[in-house]
C-alpha cells in the first residue's frame, strides 16, 4: 500500500520561508507524477505545484516566483520550497502522487497532510 508522509510545516511570519518534504513508501510502481496541495479554512483544495517524472512542472499562478517544487526520483521523494511566504499561504498542504504522467489532475494517492501558518 502507497504511503506519503509530509514534513515540515510549521508557523512562519510572513516573508519567511518553509520548506515540505514528502516521502513515497510502499509503491509497486514508479509514481510518475507528485504534487502539493492546499486547502485552506473554507476553502476549496487547491493546486499548489506538481512536478513529473521528467522534471516538467507546473504551479499555481499565485505561487510562481516564490516555491519551488523539485523531486528525488532516487527516493521517491518530493520537495516544496516556500519562500517569501504570506499569511494567504496559510493552509493545510496536502503531498499527492500518481502512476500517470498527468499534471492537471491529482493522482490517486495521498498524505495525511502538514499545517503551514504564515502570520503577518
Known amino acids: 500500500q502507497v504511503q506519503l508522509v509530509e514534513s515540515g510545516g510549521g508557523l512562519v511570519q510572513s516573508g519567511g520561508s518553509l520548506r515540505l518534504s514528502c516521502a513515497a513508501s510502499?509503491?509497486?510502481?514508479?509514481?510518475?507524477?507528485m504534487g502539493w496541495y492546499r486547502r485552506a479554512p473554507g476553502q476549496e483544495r487547491e493546486l499548489v505545484a506538481v512536478?513529473?517524472?521528467?522534471?516538467?512542472?507546473k504551479y499555481q499562478d499565485s505561487v510562481k516566483g516564490r516555491f519551488t517544487i523539485s523531486r528525488d526520483g532516487a527516493k521517491n521523494t518530493v520537495y516544496l520550497q516556500m519562500d517569501s511566504l504570506r499569511p494567504e499561504d496559510t493552509a493545510v498542504y496536502y503531498c499527492?502522487?500518481?502512476?500517470?504522467?498527468?499534471?492537471?489532475?491529482?493522482?490517486?494517492?495521498w498524505g495525511q497532510g502538514t499545517q503551514v501558518t504564515v502570520t503577518s
Open positions: 499527492n502522487a500518481g502512476a500517470l504522467e498527468l499534471l492537471q489532475v491529482p493522482g490517486t494517492y
Open positions: 510502499g509503491s509497486p510502481f514508479r509514481l510518475k507524477t
Open positions: 512536478i513529473g517524472s521528467n522534471s516538467n512542472t
